[in-house]
């Protein structure tokens, strides 16, 4: 009668042990469910956010190509103005492809030139939003991607963008150094008076442009910009390439 007792008494216990256990498995178990369910929506959340950011840089990437490509344009309009005589007067919304064969033709044209020359004083930078991407890396959830391929490129990518840094930081201080040059043939007043179509008052002092045009070291100018913005587009090509393909590795991580 004891020993039944007993008995009854270490089955009950074994199976309020047994229970316990099989509760905690099943609280881990849905603990881990939804952890995992929660690494998933951050992980959607950010490559939501990166997909937006990156597809700004694009666009970004976009514009600053419109503008290298005018500004390469115009040095090699003044690079022909120089010496030849062949009608190619400036014509803005033909920048993409005016000078790509005919540009040692061009027509000493004033306002042409002064239009051109202040284009090639140019000095725009990309400089891309990278906050969500920064946070993502700070946080750790850029490894909540499954892609390590996705991953590593997410990692490189500002180095990328110093690369290109570098480059348009050799053309900023090419511009500074020729600008005192550039200013004692042509006074800053006079071009203002010119590119705002009179609405500055024009300058007391004459603009001796043919004589910048025919100086040696401003074709010198012309050539180390020219040298500088391919170098560029090279850098922004390289860019514009990894964003598309980040872009398309994020998306696989939402399908």
Same mark, same amino acid.
Request: hydrophobic share 40%.
């Given at each position: ?32 469910w939804n952890e995992e369910r929660n690494k998933e929506a951050r992980a959607s959340q950010l490559a939501t956010s ?33 010496? @030849?005589?062949?009608?190619? $007067?400036? #014509?803005?919304?033909?920048?993409? /492809?005016?000078?790509? =064969?005919?540009? %040692?033709? +061009? ?26 991407? @920064?946070?993502?890396?700070? $946080?750790? #959830?850029?490894?909540?991607?499954? /892609?390590?391929?996705? =991953?590593?490129? %997410?990692? +490189? ?26 200013? @004692? ?11 705002? /179509? ?58």
């Amino acid at each position: 009668m004891e020993q039944n007792k007993v008995r009854t008494y270490l089955l009950y216990a074994f199976g309020e042990i047994l229970l316990v256990m099989i509760g905690i498995l099943l609280a881990l178990q849905v603990n881990n469910w939804n952890e995992e369910r929660n690494k998933e929506a951050r992980a959607s959340q950010l490559a939501t956010s990166l997909i937006s950011e990156f597809n700004d840089n694009l666009n970004q990437l976009d514009n600053l190509f419109d503008i290298h490509n005018a500004t390469q344009n115009a040095s090699m309009y003044l690079l022909g103005v120089r010496e @030849r005589n062949e009608n190619i $007067s400036f #014509d803005e919304s033909k920048l993409d /492809n005016r000078w790509s =064969k005919n540009y %040692l033709n +061009a027509e000493y044209v004033e306002k042409a030139v002064i239009d051109t020359l202040w284009r090639t004083g140019s000095m725009w930078t990309y400089d891309p939003v990278n906050g969500a991407l @920064r946070s993502g890396i700070s $946080s750790g #959830d850029i490894n909540l991607f499954k /892609n390590d391929s996705l =991953k590593a490129k %997410l990692f +490189a990518w500002e180095d990328l963008v110093k690369d290109l840094d570098e480059e348009e930081t050799r053309l900023i201080n090419q511009e500074i150094e020729i600008t005192p040059f550039k200013d @004692r043939f042509i006074p800053m007043m006079y071009m203002i008076h010119i590119i705002s /179509n009179g609405q500055v008052p024009p300058s007391n002092f004459q603009p001796e442009i043919i004589e910048l045009l025919n100086h040696p070291d401003f074709e010198n100018y012309l050539m180390g910009k020219l040298s500088e913005i391919l170098n560029i587009k090279a850098e922004m090509r390289v860019l514009e390439d990894e964003a598309k393909q980040i872009i398309n590795l994020l998306q696989e991580e939402l399908d």
